[in-house]
């Protein structure tokens, strides 16, 4: 893998997202990513960026989100930034795999995943924006 | 989103794309819907062009998989093994059928479902 890193702006808009998977898949590409590393956390950062979206803002018009990569130290590590409501999805209740199918819930899949794929997720409320921060090791 | 239909007897075949994602889900979850209320009862999700399956994706599964649950089947076939992966980390290998291959799949739904 080659160290590096890219931040990515995008508007908080659900039509973005199909452009910044291909620009995470083109960072993993360019960089040498293992691809299960690549594969998980462009997930994660798809999943982030989605809840954000959907669920951050009162109104998502004119709102922006910031995305970095960095490839570095064997690990591959994204943040995703944005300024909409507090959500920490390190203690977020996850929901319960064992159930039967009629007591699934519908919400909570992406954070879930999110927490499964990475190895290491961290959240930082600073100076009223979302920091979220994940990390995935090559192997 | 490209989404096939082929129906065999009484069976709905739907292939699906490669990309099942936030902006895609949608589309497939009206299609299947309509299809449940068009009166399809038995459905077969060939997997196999799919490579990417985000939470929005999974979520329609399992949606489909509730409407038919006390009404009809539903199974899933030809997961490529990073879907797969998705799938058994979410619980849905548990309460979803998942068989290997389309052929697999319409000898699975064929037959009577097993007594609870």
Not at chain 1, 15 to 44: C, K, M, W
Not at chain 2, 16 to 36: G, K, N, Q, S, V
């Amino acid at each position: 893998m080659n160290e590096g890193s890219i931040t990515l702006r995008l508007q908080a808009k659900v039509e973005e997202i199909e452009r910044l998977n291909r620009q995470v898949r083109q960072f993993g590409d360019l960089h040498e990513v293992p691809s299960r590393t690549l594969y998980a956390v462009n997930l994660a950062i798809d999943e982030l960026v989605t809840n954000a979206i959907l669920h951050g803002f009162e109104d998502a018009a004119g709102q922006e989100l910031i995305v970095r990569l960095e490839a570095s130290g064997g690990e591959l590590i994204a943040s995703v930034i944005d300024s909409g409501k507090e959500f920490n999805p390190t203690t977020a209740p996850l929901p319960d795999l064992h159930a039967p199918l009629e007591d699934r819930e519908l919400g909570g899949l992406g954070i879930h995943l999110v927490r499964s794929l990475m190895d290491h997720v961290e959240w930082q409320r600073t100076d009223g924006r979302n920091v979220l921060t994940v990390r995935k090791r090559n192997r | 989103m490209q989404i096939k239909e082929d129906k065999q007897g009484e069976v709905m075949i739907v292939t699906i794309d490669d990309h099942l994602d936030t902006a895609a889900a949608p589309l497939l979850e009206a299609r299947l819907l309509a299809l449940i209320d068009g009166g399809e009862r038995k459905l077969v999700i060939d997997c196999a062009p799919l490579q990417y399956v985000n939470s929005a994706g999974l979520k329609v599964f399992l949606l489909v998989a509730k409407k038919l649950e006390n009404s009809g089947r539903i199974v899933i076939c030809a997961l490529a093994p990073s879907v797969h992966m998705i799938f058994e980390m979410i619980g849905f290998t548990r309460i979803m059928q998942i068989v290997g291959t389309r052929e697999e799949a319409l000898r699975v739904i064929a037959d009577p479902p097993a007594a609870a």
